[in-house]
């Protein structure tokens, strides 16, 4: 099982999963960003074709990830959780941006 899925499995299993919980696994899924290589985290899907989905790349697939974990905790707000509202906010314009490579830092730096 890949590190990714096992992730996404322990966050099933808690509906309402602990803030350890979410940190352990923004810090595994940040590692494995880092491991990957710039060209392959910093790869940008060809989406002229509309029948292609998003994510494509690994660097869109991991920012899509992290993104979403923090976006369906209800709890995390910019006051309550600043660094993780910092971490979403990043996380979510690299969707977009994945070939932003100081975005790409500033998001490694925080975990």
Not at 14 to 28: A, T
Not at 48 to 54: E, G, L, Q, T
Request: with cysteine; charged share 25%; glycine share 4%.
């Amino acid at each position: 099982m890949s590190k990714t899925a096992r992730i996404w499995n322990l966050l099933a299993q808690n509906e309402q999963p602990s803030k350890g919980l979410i940190v352990e696994c923004l810090k595994e899924l940040a590692q494995t960003a880092k491991e990957l290589p710039a060209s392959e985290r910093e790869a940008k899907g060809d989406y002229s074709d509309a029948s292609i989905k998003f994510p494509q790349t690994p660097g869109e697939d991991m920012a899509s990830d992290i993104s979403s974990i923090l976006a369906q905790q209800e709890w995390i707000d910019a006051e309550s959780e600043p660094e993780f509202e910092e971490i979403g906010s990043i996380a979510g314009s690299l969707e977009t941006n994945v070939t932003d490579a100081a975005l790409w830092s500033q998001l490694l730096e925080k975990n």
